[in-house]
């Protein structure tokens, strides 16, 4: 009895309408990610692989067997499938998270997963992620990255800043 409970509270808790619009939002970030990078792909089986748009900026393919921004980049089987093992656990995680979290909570935990899941689906289905974004200056270069990258990003400094400043308001 307690198992049939379980199930009738937890399916209109997942297939609620805010949970199917964050949903619909991790799924646009995800294909705004996968045209991005089979553009890029493409361009480079057909053209040259390093494109200069301006002085600060650079489409220059590299695949990256690492995390993100190219860090822990391995050529050992193990360590590659060991991370992947633990990307994949840090998106259930986060799918946990968004399905019992509030509103603003849920479009953050969004756009974070929509990009893991653009950068996951690339180590699945190409034991790589293509990162092309190069951001220089003369010759110092950041680290190469992609739009899953991106909105990675985004969704932690809005989450950090969220943090920092809901801790302000509760100390005042």
Known sequence: M?????????????????NLINFILIIILFYIDRI?????IKHQLSNE????VNNFLNLDLVWNTGIGFGLF????????????????????IIIY???NCNLFDKFIYSI????????FYDRIFYYAVPDFIDIHYQ??????FNVADIFITIGIMI???????????KKN
């Open 2 to 18: 307690s198992e049939l409970n379980l199930k009738s509270n937890l399916l209109p808790k997942i297939f609620s309408r805010i």
């Open 36 to 40: 991005s990078k089979i553009k890029i």
């Open 49 to 52: 692989n390093y494109v200069q």
């Open 73 to 92: 980049n391995f050529e050992a089987n193990l360590a590659y499938h060991v991370i992947s093992l633990l990307i994949s656990i840090i998106i259930a």
């Open 97 to 99: 998270i968004i399905l």
């Open 112 to 119: 974070i997963l929509g990009g893991a899941l653009g950068n």
């Open 139 to 144: 010759n110092f270069h950041w680290f190469t």
């Open 159 to 169: 989450l950090i800043g969220k943090e920092l400043i809901f801790k302000n308001d």
